[in-house]
């Protein structure tokens, strides 16, 4: 059975009333309460676990308690948990809301991705860089490996996630970073690709005009969209429910970074008609990953609450 573990610093006047909530919900495992024991915040430390099922609603309680803002509350995932009687009455109760996502965790991982410190724009410069020579060697492998190391996809979703919950300071945030960062990535990448011109470097293939790997990515067409879209619903179910292998083929799915690589080669080549392709591909996989991430968002909650509204219903009865 899945669970999370809480950790809480509450105040001694809030106290009996956070532990009367937690201990009157079956979905809350090995409750423990020690008088005073918390500093910095002071207070009384709580530690529970939670089935991740139920997690919504007593999170939900502790918040409205105000336990975040005057103590505080941690949250932690268990790997592993032996249980017994006590997991297969939470079972019962939570019913088909068994898998239901904690949002609150969902969106703080979300959010931890939408934090823009230099690394952000030196991973998508060296992305940048791998794509490039992928370019002009016609290296497929080279092409994965940045998608791969490319940061971009944490910025797209957090864009999405600030579109569903109306935050407008972090959708500026994110489209900021997504504008300077591949901006920084085009100009070193086009410096870079006139490097390899003008010493030759590009494989002979590439100079006769037999450039298979650039053609698939500055020739934007239906599959695009279609590819782009499949990857931003994969890619926030994947975060939902923690799968990474799942979002790590989301990484090597989506045509950002190449098409980026490919607007600074084809400049540097002088093909422009390429330049422009990549450019409206690049436009496409962003846009539609934003778009389809937030509409996913969004249906993911509606359709929970739907469950959750339900089994509410069916329990009443």
């Given at each position: ?75 932690e ?33 979300i ?60 959708v ?60 931003g ?38 093909s422009w ?24 968002l ?20």
């Amino acid at each position: 059975m899945d669970m999370i573990h809480v950790r809480a610093v509450s105040p001694p006047d809030l106290t009996s009333e956070v532990v009367d909530l937690l201990a009157g919900d079956p979905c809350v495992l090995n409750l423990i309460v020690q008088t005073g024991a918390a500093r910095n915040p002071d207070g009384d430390a709580i530690a529970c676990d939670v089935l991740t099922g139920g997690a919504n609603e007593v999170l939900h309680g502790l918040r409205a308690l105000e336990v975040d803002r005057r103590g505080s509350i941690v949250i932690e995932p268990v790997d592993i948990a032996f249980s017994g009687r006590a997991t297969d009455a939470g079972a019962q109760k939570l019913g088909p809301l068994t898998r239901s996502p904690v949002w609150e965790q969902v969106e703080a991982r979300i959010w931890a991705q939408g934090r823009y410190a230099p690394s952000f724009y030196l991973y998508l410069v060296i992305a940048g860089l791998i794509g490039s020579v992928g370019i002009v060697t016609n290296s497929q492998i080279l092409i994965v490996a940045a998608m791969v190391v490319g940061p971009e996809y944490g910025a797209i979703v957090s864009i999405a996630l600030g579109i569903d919950r109306g935050d407008r300071g972090r959708v500026r945030k994110g489209l900021f970073a997504l504008f300077v960062g591949f901006l920084l990535t085009v100009v070193i990448t086009f410096l870079f690709s006139l490097l390899i011109r003008g010493f030759d470097l590009q494989s002979q293939a590439f100079t006769a005009g037999l450039r298979p790997v650039s053609n698939l990515i500055n020739t934007p067409n239906f599959f695009s969209f279609a590819v782009a879209a499949l990857a931003g619903i994969v890619g926030i179910i994947s975060l939902t429910e923690a799968r990474t292998s799942a979002l790590l083929g989301v990484f090597i799915s989506v045509t950002t970074i190449p098409a980026a690589a490919d607007i600074s080669v084809s400049v540097a080549f002088t093909s422009w008609s390429n330049a422009w392709g990549s450019l409206v591909q690049l436009l496409v996989n962003i846009v539609v990953l934003i778009v389809v991430g937030t509409a996913t968002l969004r249906c993911q909650r509606a359709i929970w609450r739907k469950v959750g509204a339900r089994h509410a219903r069916a329990e009443q009865q």
